[in-house]
């Protein structure tokens, strides 16, 4: 069973940093892709950022891109969402997600989520 858990949310204002992190239990995480997906209050789950299992290969969804940085530690099986001049509508729950396919933007291919990290962006 793998499971992910999330780290980092929190209440900042606009313009503030925070870094997730998302740890995952299974061994075999190097050879997961690993997604951040957010889900605002009232909307859908969405795409955010995405990283290949080898890391050669990103995506950013635009509304964040410049200003969020997906990354990854295979030693320590943890994959982490920078994000820098933080506003108002990026509050969200985040959502990390693993699969063991190529890298993609669909959430309905990842296998695996972790529970979600709240952050709120107050103006």
């Known amino acids: 069973q793998v499971q992910l858990v999330e780290s980092g949310g929190g209440l900042v204002q606009a313009g503030d940093s925070l870094r997730l992190s998302c740890a995952v239990s299974?061994?075999?995480?190097?050879?997961?892709?690993m997604g951040w997906f957010r889900q605002p209050p009232g909307r859908e789950r969405e795409f955010t950022a995405a990283i290949s299992a080898s890391a050669d290969t990103v995506y950013h969804a635009e509304p964040v891109k410049g200003r969020f940085t997906i990354s990854r530690d295979n030693n320590k099986n943890t994959v982490y969402l920078q994000m820098d001049s933080l506003k108002p509508e990026d509050t969200a729950v985040y959502y990390c997600?693993?699969?063991?396919?190529?890298?993609?933007?669909?959430?309905?291919?990842?296998?695996?989520w972790g529970q979600g990290t709240r952050v709120i962006v107050s103006s």
């Open positions: 299974e061994g075999t995480f190097r050879s997961y892709t």
């Open positions: 997600a693993a699969r063991s396919g190529s890298v993609t933007r669909n959430k309905y291919q990842y296998d695996y």
